[in-house]
């Protein structure tokens, strides 16, 4: 029994079958690569588990609860976080503010009408702002802001976003998109220690397959809203059906 | 100090000085010469100023922090102002119950409005907002014309009830509003020399609930709720994705704010105590929505600025006619004048709003950031011709 859950999922739009009778079964602390060429229905399904879109048809379970009617805010609530193609930062605000959005989260949950209490006057969310900021090597931008920042540094701090929630699951949507080779680099390296120093489960979809391979230890191919195969990476590879779906083509 | 951080307790203490001092600073001119048209310091036109200053900090705090931009927060205005009127006629003439009920009611009507017009954002909100306004505004003016009494609009009478004063004085007029027994019109006047200052009861209740009212606004500013309403504006999506649920939060922002306006009508119906219609209409909402940008909307200060820059303007520059003009330019040959005049004409008197109009044009392309970016950059210019300026009498001797 995998983390996430994912039974007969299909989703239809209008005439187009995005996604059928997708099986899916995420296992705890693995990082696992969803691939497949373009309309392949990654992202469609991403949607399906963050809670914005609801799928037609089949379940959704997270950790024994089912996510499908919940919003957004609820599933991550939950222990879902996401991390989007195009960072989604919180540019109008400095770097140490965007970190201590989610730390003030996961404390006071999804509402809290704290009005009167100064922000910097609340130490546990501070510190643990800053620690994150170190982990990311970014302390030295913490009154920068946010939207002046490098692409691969606003990765970083999405990731520290996401991190710092203490979440059970991290959802990647091709977090090296557009990506010069060095940030790439320094972003696998980053996920690689954050998939071992930490109880975390990394699911990624990607099209880059130098990242899928340094990253994962399983691989689950999507084509045409319907899952190929699914195996550990090195069956993946030699694997002539992928090669003919996905890895043909691109080659 | 009050919990405040040392640039926000300077700020705080600025707005105090102004407004404790507006009877001065607004009267520089001697009462007998030529430019004591520009004098702004009677009690009248203070008080519209720190009352809009109200309005226009409250409305900052939902357009200036989270960006919605509602269209329809007169509504609220009026709606406090008949609750003060109506809790003069009910009750006592009182400021303190009038002011309490106003928040209040205002506050509820926020409630109704806000939750439907929030499930839209961006244009589609503004609309709304703009919508349930024109239809207060309707309301009030025809539909229900007993509680309103419509186009005439709602006033005192000798037979209220006034359960806990009297419906009527001794001499059989209407009493007047007061703040136990310290009445609202009483005004003391100075006079220094050529100067006459006037220290008005009512200005001065306002100007305290003003210097109450942005202290609150700073400390919502600073709070983690405020953080959450910057976050609203800058990335709804990362927030909703952040396990926020952004609605409490933008609704909690349109209901404080309503309760802002709902004030500044209660103070309004406290000072003069009539409540009408036309307080509710669309121009009424836009005005708020100009006083907020051209002050520099999301900035601690710049709605205040703003809401006395447009009120200055419009109490003051309307007052220009012809004739002062041709008082001005009679040195020059009559041709020149009559021509100058000619020109002039369309920007003064009943033109102001087109001079506002430029103005506002210009400081939105020029300036976004209002009258606050502008202050910014003026220091800041002085500041780096005076770190040059000391840079070069540092090196000069060495040479």
């Not at chain 1, 090195?234 to 992928?242: A, E, L, T, Y």
């Not at chain 2, 709304?128 to 005439?152: C, D, I, K, R």
């Not at chain 2, 041709?335 to 430029?358: A, C, M």
Request: charged share 15%.
């Amino acid at each position: 029994m995998g983390i996430l859950e994912v039974k007969n999922v299909g989703k239809r739009f209008g005439g187009l079958q995005a996604l059928s009778d997708v099986n899916l079964s995420i296992k705890e602390n693995s990082v696992h690569a969803i691939i497949g060429p373009n309309g392949a229905g990654k992202s469609t399904l991403l949607n399906c588990l963050v809670g914005k879109l609801i799928p037609d048809t089949g379940s959704v379970m997270f950790g024994g609860q089912s996510v499908l009617g919940r919003a957004p805010y609820e599933i991550n609530q939950m222990g879902i976080s996401r991390v989007f193609q195009t960072p989604e930062i919180f540019g109008d605000l400095t770097v140490l503010e965007n970190m201590m959005i989610p730390c003030l989260a996961k404390r006071d949950g999804s509402f809290e009408l704290n009005a009167f209490s100064a922000v910097m006057s609340q130490r546990d969310i501070l510190e643990k702002a800053e620690h994150m900021l170190e982990e990311m090597n970014m302390a030295d931008k913490r009154h920068m802001h946010a939207a002046a920042m490098s692409r691969g540094d606003k990765r970083r701090l999405e990731i520290g976003m996401c991190l710092s929630q203490e979440p059970r699951l991290l959802l990647l949507d091709e977090p090296t998109a557009g990506m010069a080779r060095a940030d790439t680099n320094n972003t696998i390296d980053l996920l690689k220690q954050i998939s071992e120093e930490r109880d975390i489960t990394i699911a990624i979809i990607e099209h880059d397959m130098h990242v899928v391979f340094s990253l994962a230890n399983r691989i689950t191919v999507l084509a045409q809203g319907t899952p190929l195969v699914e195996d550990d990476p090195q069956n993946i590879r030699g694997n002539p059906k992928v090669r003919e779906a996905y890895l043909g083509e691109t080659a | 100090m009050f919990g405040l951080d040392k640039r926000d307790t300077t700020l705080l203490l600025i707005v105090t000085v102004l407004t404790m001092f507006a009877p001065f600073i607004l009267n520089p001119f001697p009462t007998d010469s030529g430019l004591a048209q520009f004098n702004a310091g009677y009690p009248d036109l203070m008080q519209r100023f720190v009352i809009f200053g109200i309005f226009a900090i409250g409305f900052n705090i939902l357009f200036g922090l989270t960006g919605y931009l509602s269209f329809g927060h007169a509504a609220f205005l009026g709606v406090g102002s008949y609750s003060a009127v109506w809790m003069f006629k009910l009750l006592s003439m009182n400021v303190i119950p009038a002011i309490l009920l106003s928040v209040i009611i205002a506050g509820l009507f926020a409630l109704v409005i806000g939750y439907v017009s929030l499930r839209r954002s961006g244009i589609y909100f503004s609309i709304l907002t703009l919508a349930f306004a024109q239809m207060s505004f309707s309301l009030a003016y025809s539909v229900l014309t007993p509680v309103t009494n419509g186009e005439t609009g709602l006033q005192l009478a000798l037979d209220d009830p006034r359960i806990l004063g009297a419906s009527a004085t001794a001499d059989g007029s209407i009493p007047v509003t007061s703040l136990f027994g310290l009445e609202m019109r009483s005004t003391y006047s100075m006079a220094v020399g050529p100067w006459d200052f006037q220290f008005n009861v009512g200005y001065y209740l306002c100007a305290l609930v003003l210097i109450a009212a942005f202290y609150v606004a700073i400390r919502i500013f600073r709070s983690p709720f405020g953080m959450m309403l910057r976050a609203v504006k800058s990335n709804q999506q990362r927030m909703n994705y952040t396990g926020l649920n952004s609605k409490p939060y933008t609704l909690a922002a349109f209901v404080i704010s309503g309760m802002y306006a709902g004030l500044a009508g209660g103070l309004m119906a406290s000072m003069d105590p009539l409540a009408g219609a036309e307080r509710m209409q669309w121009t009424a909402s836009g005005e708020v929505v100009l006083m907020t940008i051209l002050g520099g909307a999301g900035t601690l200060i710049g709605p205040v600025l703003g809401a006395g820059f447009i009120k200055y303007f419009e109490n003051i520059f309307s007052k220009i006619n012809d004739n002062v003009l041709h008082g001005w330019f009679s040195f020059l040959p009559d041709g020149i004048e009559d021509f100058l005049v000619f020109v002039i004409h369309p920007f003064i008197g009943k033109g102001w709003h087109l001079t506002l109009g430029i103005l506002f044009m210009l400081v939105v392309i020029y300036l976004p950031g209002g009258l606050v970016e502008g202050g910014q950059r003026v220091v800041g210019w002085l500041s780096r011709r005076k770190s040059a300026q000391s840079r070069q009498s540092e090196t000069n001797p060495a040479e």
